[in-house]
């Protein structure tokens, strides 16, 4: 596979490879929304009480995927806006929320492959799934046309895949077989940072014959991880249908919901980045309190808090009170306070550039102390070709800036900026410090936006030529 | 340095919108960011960035002219101190004017320009007309393109162009023998004109079938430009400008190669004939002389005037290296690198015109 771009960044506070049980909360306080889902759909009455792996609300826009309860507890709606707060949490024998006439039922209208399925999905299996084009989730019942299994987390610092495979081999490997059990002979391509290692002959000699499975080598570099890179690598078409893509942790919870019938929700979580005192890996539920990690790990009140990686995570509000269930790490980040002295002509021991324009080029890989700082004034573009150099996608991004500032919309779709995966390296090695990722995203938003209407309009001019075409019929009816 | 900040806060409420000197205002952010890098934060992904800024860039560029700059001193003496000295005061002026007057604040590209505009003068020009050239290039070459980073020319080259072409008996005369003594001419001020005879560059003498020394142009004992003459100094800050990858090898590469490829071709294919034997000397003296090696690795590699494309780049380094070629050894012209960096300036937004265009036609197959 030939790879484009891509850097790595070597940042200080990398989790280490401990996976640390947190203690049991009181209550929960569960986010209605995360990246792709937004739970509309509430299943319960404020009071309820609910058991584990009960379905609490679900989200009708993404093939109805549930919020799962992680714990039992008692249901409160109205304690926080946008959360489901469940209190009195306690631990005991989850069980499936899946009835057995409903299982009946569902094996009558889609057969014993349509169980899996549904199983899947409301045991909260599927929302691990991603359709590697668009990111969405994927439509429980369709077939890809390949699947994608990534062990690798290479944006810092998410959940890696060695952690999340941990003495988890088996659980691993009949995952695999599972999913192999959903397609026909659709491929399914294994990502792995190193195909010849123990790790990777072990499971080459579980599934043989099970699944059929191609492994992959592809250099640790960020975001060669990245689903849509990954499938376009593959010479997978975008319109040959969905390819369905899915971490580590996505196959453990198939293989969880599968085999023991069991509902996931534990998940592990990474928290690193600087401002945590003992950045490591932490098992977590939806819901678990922010607040109590704070307690545990972020010893600056005032560092930044962000909901997944230091390139493409969001910045977690204070009004968020829980991990969502698409967390996949959290990043601490201090806030630039202090003012540079005369820092263009620092020498630059200890800070890392694209360029060698400091002395650290001369010294061996280093991890950096990164603030939020944007290090430099906005400039126009001095054409430095550093985003294009970094660029994964293969795409120009300094002249898709330049098209959308002088409003050529048409040229910036021509020059494929809907091929753009949202890394962020360009906006980072910027020199001029122009914010590339925001306005390719929100020139991706307008053109999608413009299509759409397009369509719309289409459609209402077939209708409206629809609608003619009967009333001439009927008055042509009439007049005979 | 609290104490600097304190300053700078209390000061910045007459420089703000509604005060009293708001007019001033780019001039006193340029001073204020040049001090304190502004305390600004990422909103949101990526919420790091890298260290590097325009301002670092361009501070490299500057650092990697050092050696020139000392040759230049070393060889020419005091008197190109004070032809940096006027060319920053007067290059400001125009910059600092028109961003007053545009409301934008003033961009670091000009110190670039400042710092190698004197390098590319005869070291005996008048002052005046360093101080008419600078204000000449930043005015017509850059600011009228509408600043840092629109310009298709190089500002520094458009003085120069604009001096030899308005002036050329002045610039003619203004070439000056280098001092041949161990100290220097660190102490010296050289006076107009005296021995302009003597002073002339080798391109000039060459034409005339006299071939100096290898060794004295590479060492930079010799007549011409300010900053060009000694080759040794200049491929030490050149090969620091590539590392720092602040120029682009490729240029570089493609200019000196097509030149070495081209004077050796017409060597060979007897084309032309010098006085010095052999193909690898006359190819050797030629890429010392004048301002090829300046020219390569700091005026094409300009970020803003070449092409943005890597592609772009290798025939924009061919076309100005055979293009200098050309005018060397078949004009009237002595020197061409100035033509023909200019000329590759106009052609590069062409060139990537045509990269672009391929590479677009190729992405759009990609799905």
Same mark, same amino acid.
């Given at each position: ?111 014993? #492959? ?24 994927? @439509? ?94 593959? /010479? ?20 969880? #919901? ?126 430095? /070709? ?20 002088? @409003? ?73 | 340095?609290? !104490? ?5 806060? %209390? ?22 960011? %040049? ?151 660190? +102490?010296? !001020? ?7 005879? *003597? ?49 682009? !090898?490729? +240029? ?5 190669? *097509? ?109």
């Amino acid at each position: 596979m030939k790879f484009k771009g891509g850097y790595n960044i070597l940042l200080k506070g990398r989790p280490a490879s401990t996976v640390k049980a947190m203690p049991e909360p009181k209550s929960l306080y569960l986010p209605l929304y995360s990246e792709r889902f937004t739970f509309t759909d509430i299943r319960v009455k404020d009071g309820q009480k609910v058991s584990g792996g009960d379905i609490l609300a679900t989200d009708p826009n993404n093939h109805a995927v549930p919020l799962l309860a992680p714990r039992a507890g008692k249901v409160s709606l109205k304690a926080i806006e946008n959360h489901i707060v469940l209190e009195d949490v306690a631990r005991l024998e989850e069980h499936a929320d899946i009835a057995e006439k409903e299982l009946q039922h569902v094996e009558r209208e889609m057969g014993a #492959a349509g169980i899996k399925r549904y199983k899947l999905l409301s045991l909260g299996a599927w929302q691990f799934f991603y359709d590697a084009f668009t990111g969405a989730l994927p @439509d429980p019942l369709g077939t890809p046309q390949a699947v994608i299994v990534s062990t690798l987390s290479l944006e810092p610092f998410l959940t890696r895949g060695d952690i999340q495979l941990h003495k988890r081999l088996l659980n691993f490997t009949r995952g695999l077989e599972h999913l192999q059990s959903l397609l026909e002979y659709q491929p399914i391509y294994m990502v792995m940072p190193n195909i010849s290692s123990e790790f990777a002959n072990l499971i080459r000699n579980q599934i043989r014959g099970y699944a059929l499975v191609k492994m992959l080598e592809i250099p640790l570099k960020y975001p060669y991880d990245h689903f849509a890179i990954l499938a376009r690598r593959l /010479n997978l078409k975008a319109d040959g249908g969905s390819v369905w893509a899915v971490r580590s942790e996505g196959v453990l919870a198939v293989d969880r #919901a599968l085999t023991l019938t069991k509902p996931c929700t534990v998940r592990i979580v990474s928290i690193g980045g600087i401002g945590v005192n003992m950045p490591t890996h932490m098992k977590v539920m939806p819901g678990y309190p922010i607040q109590k990690i704070k307690e545990n790990y972020i010893f600056e009140p005032a560092a930044r808090v962000i909901n997944g990686g230091i390139l493409t995570g969001r910045i977690l509000e204070a009004d968020t009170l829980g991990v969502d269930t698409e967390c996949r790490g959290i990043t601490v980040l201090r806030e630039l306070h202090e003012r540079e002295f005369l820092g263009f002509i620092r020498p630059g021991w200890s800070r890392h550039s694209y360029a060698n324009c400091y002395l650290s080029s001369l010294r061996k890989k280093f991890e950096e102390k990164y603030t939020t700082g944007v290090r430099g004034e906005l400039r126009p573009c001095i054409s430095c /070709n550093f985003c294009e150099e970094v660029c994964p996608a293969g795409i120009m991004p300094h002249l898709i800036h330049k098209y959308l500032y002088a @409003d050529l919309i048409e040229e910036a779709e021509q020059a494929r900026v809907d091929l753009c995966v949202e890394c962020g390296l360009c906006s980072y090695v910027c020199p001029s410090k122009i914010d590339l990722r925001k306005q390719l995203i929100e020139a991706k938003a307008l053109i999608a936006k413009e299509k759409e209407e397009i369509r719309q309009e289409q459609l209402r001019q077939k209708e409206l030529q629809k609608q003619q075409e009967e009333a001439r019929k009927l008055s042509e009816e009439k007049a005979q | 340095m609290k !104490w600097l900040l304190k300053i700078i806060d %209390a000061a910045r409420p007459a420089f703000e919108e509604g005060g009293k000197l708001q007019f001033f205002n780019p001039v006193f952010e340029a001073l204020e960011h %040049a001090f304190f890098a502004p305390s600004t934060r990422t909103i949101g992904a990526p919420h790091i960035r890298d260290p590097l800024d325009v301002k670092r860039v361009m501070s490299m560029v500057i650092i990697s002219v050092i050696p020139c700059v000392l040759a230049a001193f070393y060889f020419f003496g005091l008197r190109f101190i004070a032809m940096i000295v006027v060319t920053y005061a007067a290059g400001l002026a125009v910059e600092a004017t028109f961003s007053m007057v545009r409301k934008e604040s003033i961009n670091e590209g000009f110190f670039v320009t400042g710092i190698l505009f004197p390098l590319i003068l005869p070291p005996n020009l008048p002052l005046w007309m360093v101080a008419l050239g600078v204000a000449f290039g930043v005015f017509i070459g850059k600011e009228l393109f509408g600043g840092t980073g629109r310009n298709v020319f190089n500002p520094a080259l458009v003085g120069r162009c604009f001096l030899s072409l308005a002036y050329p008996k002045t610039m003619a005369a203004s070439w000056v023998e280098p001092s041949h003594e161990l100290a220097g001419s660190l +102490t010296r !001020w050289i006076s107009p004109s005296l021995d302009a005879v *003597s002073g002339a560059t080798p391109l000039a003498l060459a034409k005339q079938g006299e071939m100096g020394s290898v060794a004295h142009q590479f060492m930079g004992s010799v007549s011409g430009s300010a900053g060009e003459t000694s080759a040794a100094f200049i491929i030490l800050g050149g090969v620091f400008l590539l590392f720092t990858r602040v120029a682009n !090898w490729r +240029t570089v590469a493609s200019m000196l190669g *097509s030149f070495v490829v081209l004077t050796g071709a017409l060597i060979i294919g007897g084309a032309v004939t010098y006085p010095m034997p052999g193909v690898f000397g006359p190819v050797m003296w030629h890429l010392f002389a004048g301002g090829i090696l300046f020219g390569a690795f700091y005026m094409a590699t300009d970020p803003v005037t070449s092409p943005i494309t890597n592609a772009g780049k290798w025939f924009y380094g061919i076309i100005i290296g055979s293009t200098t070629v050309l005018i060397r050894n078949f004009t009237g012209y002595v020197e061409g690198v100035t033509f023909a960096i200019l000329l590759g300036n106009i052609v590069a937004p062409i060139l990537d015109e045509i990269v672009i265009g391929i590479r677009l036609r190729r992405l759009r197959n990609e799905r």
